[in-house]
C-alpha cells in the first residue's frame, strides 16, 4: 500500500518556540493532505486540510496564525506550530489522499516544556 | 450534525473468543464508512471500508464489518481475536474515499490469554 511518512516522530521543545514536521507521501502524489490532532486517549480530530498550490481550510476553532500550514509540493506538507506553549502538546497525524484511499502517516509525538 | 459514536471505550476479550465492536453514526448524505486500527504511539491502519454494495464488508486481518442503513450502525466483527489484535480501534465516516473523516472515540480493546 502507499506509505506516508512524518518527521519527526517525536520532538520536545520549550514553551515560545516554533516546531515543524514534516508529512510526505513517499510512493505518490498527493494534491490533499489532511492534519489530525489526537489527545491521549481520545479521538483524532481534524485540524485543516491542505491543498497542493493554494491555502489550507481551517477547521473551526483551528488557529491558523498558530497552526501554519504549507503544502508546496504533491508529496509534503508541513505544519508549523508557532509560539508552543504546554497546551499544544498532542500527538499530531497526517493523512495524503490517493484516487480512492486515505493513507495516514506514524503520527508527531509534541511536548511542550 | 454529523458525528459517529463508539459506546465502548474499552473491550476486554479473552484470546480466541469472539469480538464485536460497535459504531453508530450520524451522517447527512451517503456515508463512506471505514474503520481502522492504531497500535501505541503508531498512526492508523486501514482495516476495511464500505461505500457501497454488499453491505457485509471483508477487511486484512480476519475481520468484517456490516452496514446496517436502518440502525446506522456499522459494528466490526471478528471471529477469533488474537492477542496482537489488541490496539484501538476507530470508526469514522466521510463524504468519499478522500474526503476528510470524522472519527469515533474509539474503542480500546485488551486481550486475555
Known amino acids: 500500500g502507499a506509505v506516508v511518512s512524518q518527521h519527526p516522530s517525536r520532538v520536545i521543545c520549550k514553551s515560545g518556540t516554533s516546531v515543524k514536521i514534516e508529512c510526505r507521501s513517499l510512493?505518490?502524489?498527493?494534491?490533499?493532505m489532511f492534519w489530525y490532532r489526537q489527545f491521549p486517549k481520545q479521538s483524532l480530530m481534524l485540524m485543516a486540510t491542505s491543498n497542493e498550490g493554494s491555502k489550507a481550510t481551517y477547521e473551526q476553532g483551528v488557529e491558523k496564525d498558530k497552526f501554519l500550514i504549507n503544502h508546496a509540493s504533491l508529496t509534503l506538507s508541513t505544519l508549523t506550530v508557532t509560539s508552543a506553549h504546554p497546551e499544544d502538546s498532542s500527538f499530531y497525524i497526517c493523512?495524503?489522499?490517493?484516487?480512492?484511499?486515505?493513507?495516514f502517516g506514524p503520527g508527531t509525538r509534541l511536548t511542550v516544556l | 450534525a454529523q458525528s459517529v459514536t463508539q459506546p465502548d471505550i474499552h473491550i476486554t476479550v479473552s484470546e480466541g473468543a469472539s469480538l464485536e465492536l460497535r459504531c453508530n453514526y450520524s451522517y447527512g448524505a451517503t456515508p463512506y464508512l471505514f474503520w481502522y486500527v492504531q497500535s501505541p504511539g503508531q498512526g492508523l491502519q486501514l482495516l476495511l471500508k464500505y461505500f457501497s454494495g454488499d453491505t457485509l464488508v471483508q477487511g486484512i486481518k480476519g475481520f468484517e464489518a456490516e452496514f446496517k442503513r436502518s440502525q446506522s450502525s456499522f459494528n466490526l466483527r471478528k471471529p477469533s481475536v488474537h492477542w496482537s489484535d489488541a490496539a484501538e480501534y476507530f470508526c469514522a465516516v466521510g463524504a468519499g474515499q478522500g474526503g476528510k473523516l470524522i472519527f469515533g472515540q474509539g474503542t480500546e480493546l485488551s486481550v486475555k490469554p
Open positions: 493523512s495524503a489522499i490517493t484516487t480512492d484511499t486515505q493513507y
Open positions: 510512493d505518490f502524489q498527493a494534491t490533499t
